[in-house]
């Protein structure tokens, strides 16, 4: 019953976290794309404003949680 224990323990816990570290990281990828599409649409559109720029520096903060959460887990 110890093997069993380990294998729940190893295989089954750490699949479920990686899934939901998956499936919580999704959203902001799909997100970060679109918003900096739209952001490189408005500088072409109104040029001199960076504002591609500024939106690529929220997401950096934003992610700064996310990259010590995939350094900790990886």
Known sequence: MDW????????????????????GIFPFIVLYSSTMSIAEIVDRLVPGK????????VWTIIGIPYDYLVKVAG
Not at 4 to 21: E, P, W
Not at 50 to 57: E, H, M, P, T, Y
């Open 50 to 57: 960076k504002f591609a720029a500024r939106v690529d520096g």
């Open 4 to 23: 069993l224990k380990k294998f729940l323990m190893h295989h089954v816990l750490y699949g479920a976290l990686l899934l939901i570290l998956c499936l």
